[in-house]
């Protein structure tokens, strides 16, 4: 996702619909934000009508009670006790009353003695028909409490409609009138008190009580209120469908009524009352959405309540949201519209916009004579336009400098690596010549192996000029006498003339010890003729030690053995051979107190250690060669007692070590996309096809055509060379010979081989660079398969 990208026309296209949405969007949001304000107001005012017609029928209720205390404590009747239940003359005006108010539920007389005359309305609430175990036909319940002998008894009678007694029960009682709250109450005050909610004994609500002091009696007339009755008025004066109102006491806040039929928690109220607190305008309650307002009602008592109103926000607001709807739809119906225009502008600079990036993928691609100028009408891309073809002129021009510029320097290394050594001759110059030529022969055969390796541009080609340039770069770390070790025992020079002066010491020593053998006896021949035979020995060993030096020839184990036989030889030295030493060679001299030295030795001072050297960084290149455990061996037993040639497997390796740095080096260079496979190709010549090569033991699977080729150019310019000092040049037949040899043993790619002979390019390259004394014919056809 984060290479993500879209063109210049989606992208205006994009901002467009953006621009028209965001402008959609804040319309509608303020039109969104008007409506809700309009709804607000709308709620509010019918919140008000409703509170104010809630509180009007509050008021009437409250007043209808307070008129039928003050017209029943007015009454002669009130002062009187009933004889029996039937007998008090307020029966008949209580059920008057509550047949006129239904909201009552219930009206009594508290008596000073205890004793307590009520009259309930069954019909108020089932679950006192529930409690008193009452049928449909029993209308009131007359109930008695007084004192007789030791018990309080409680006497209920039920009437039907017309007051008629149904059935009669009784029950002992410790109800007591003078021990409630109304009673001790309206006993302490003079007018008519309310008390505040509390829970119904006789069933499932709350109610309130109205009481006051009969006249010149301590005597209390009460009148209990159901709250149910306040809660359907409630629900009746709901004019917005799912709208919930709540009535609660304002000091304690604790709930009076409400239209809602489920039960209301505390923690419901507090938050309500929370949201009134924060002066919010919407709540969530039960999943949705209400807009919340409040109202305080004073009753005629004095008493204050708060109505708290929730308003359904989606009924409130749904014909506007009806109207944003229209509106959202004719603005995605004014775009649709407006599309093919800005379809058709933004291709007015779309168009320009792509040519340039056609332009600049050329310059991308380094084909700077292809870039135009785009013409334009908007001034701002002509003149991006023409900067891109100032660019890829400024660039082509950079480029060609610094390619120029690394050209130069590439051959300046192969250069200094050649110099660096007679035995390199001019190697590194002529493998690209041989690689090049090569390559571009096998580009163009189209056939067998080189029908899919095609060289496509200059950059491919570059690239395997500079690798075969650069294969050998690695040889700038090899010292110069490892190169042109010409004898075994040669390092910055050869030691053969340090060993030779102790053959003449011994020579000297030998004619010494004659003459003072002369003196003690008179047999002069015998001495003379054992001083020959001493002398000729020492001249044989010296002469071969001189001849294993130059390492023409195998040295099979009987030569070895007479190396370390003359090794034992001694000689006497006098000067101290610990001073007059590098710091180098302190760290690697053993002390020895005799004077008397071999005449050949391997000693502890010719072991140079390798440091500096990490098996981790050698198997991360994947490097494959056996690594010597030391850096150099000098020991002269050592070195003269070497097999083949005159290097060691120290110094061989230092040698091979080459290609090991070549590659390093190579792939320390950050090279463009176009070089990438520049280490590949040069670090690639020593391999074979078979694994048996180095540093990596690729096989032919794992090695490019190009590296093949310069493997093949490097091997048939070493051979062919006619300017190395250590070697007679060979005749170009006897070099193909050779390679045929190479190609047997899959050190060779056979199928390059062939190429190289088949195309002529062999005969070509010899007429260019070697003596006419090596040019003699070769009988192609006979390493043609």
Known sequence: MKNLHIGIRPTILTIFTLIVLLTLFVTLGLQYYFSQTIALESVEKDMKKTASNTSLKIDNIENSVTNIVTITELLDESTKKPEELLTHPLTNKFTTFMSSYPFIYAMYIGYENGDFYEVINLDVNPSLRVKYNSNHKERWLLLKVSQKATQRIQENCFLNKDLKILRTTSEISNYNPTKRPWYKKAFNDSNIIKTEPYQFSNF?????????????????????????????????????????SFLLDQDKNKLLASNVDHHISKEEISEFINQIKLKNLSISFNEK?????????????????????????????????????????????????????????????????HALEIENEKIKNRKFDEVIHINTKISELSSLSGSLVSMSTSIKEYEEAQLKLMDSFIELIAGAIDAKSEYNGEHCNKVPIISIELAKIASEAKNGVFKDFTIENEDQMREISIAAWLHDCGKVTTPEYIIDKATKLETIYNRIHEVRMRFEIVYRDLIIDYHKQLQNTKDKVLLEHNLKIEQQKLIDDFNFVA??????????????????????????????????????????????????????????????????????????????MEVPKDLYNLGEIYNLTVERGTLTKEDRFKISEHVIMSIKMLEMLPFPENLKNVPQYAGGHHETLIGTGYPRQLTKEQLSIPARIIALADVFEALSSSDRPYKTPKKLSEVIKILSFMVKDKHIDKDIFELFLTSGFYKKYAEENLTAEQIDEVDVNSYIS
């Open 204 to 244: 499932d609500s709350l109610g309130l009580t109205y009481a006051k002091k009969i006249k010149n009696t301590h005597n209390i007339i009460g009148v209990d209120v159901s709250l149910k009755t306040i809660s359907s008025l409630l629900k009746s004066e709901t004019d917005i469908k799912g709208s919930l």
């Open 289 to 353: 959405i209400y807009f919340i307002s409040n109202s305080i009602l004073v009753s005629p008592l004095g008493t204050k309540s708060q109505l708290i109103t929730l308003t359904p926000k989606e009924i409130i607001m749904a014909p506007y949201n009806e109207e944003i709807t229209y509106a959202i739809i004719l603005n995605l119906f004014v775009m649709l519209l407006l599309s093919p225009v800005m379809f058709y502008l933004t291709k007015l600079v779309s168009k320009p916009i």
């Open 547 to 624: 001849t294993s030096n130059v390492g023409g020839e195998y040295m099979d184990q009987k030569s070895k053995d007479r190396i370390k036989m003359i090794a034992q030889r001694t000689w006497q030295k006098y000067f101290d051979d610990s001073i007059g030493l590098s710091y180098d060679e302190e760290l690697r001299y053993e002390k020895n107190d005799s004077n008397i030295e071999y005449i050949l030795a391997n000693k502890k001072s010719h072991i140079i250690p390798r440091t500096n050297f990490s098996q981790e960084e050698h198997d991360k290149y994947n490097f494959k």
